[in-house]
């Protein structure tokens, strides 16, 4: 697999992090509603959009063609 192909971005980039940021808004909409539990997820959506961002570059430096 191409990690310039659309169908690699997609599926490795694009949904993930939207994925991500639904995590953060949902933390951000609990902590303006003064939840404790809003931290946790914006914690895992950060998290989740670094481990996208890191699977990314892995694949792009290793799946060179």
């Known amino acids: 697999m ?3 192909d659309p169908q690699f971005l997609y599926m ?3 949904l993930p ?3 991500g ?3 953060v808004g949902e933390g951000l909409s609990k902590i303006l509603k003064e939840e404790r ?3 946790t997820s914006m914690i895992f959506g950060f998290l989740f959009i670094v481990i ?3 699977a990314y570059l892995f694949f792009s430096w ?3 063609i």
């Open 37 to 39: 539990a809003g931290w």
């Open 12 to 14: 490795i980039l694009i």
């Open 62 to 64: 290793n799946l060179k």
């Open 17 to 19: 992090s939207l994925f």
């Open 52 to 54: 996208v961002v890191f």
């Open 2 to 4: 191409n990690p310039n």
């Open 21 to 23: 940021l639904t995590l």
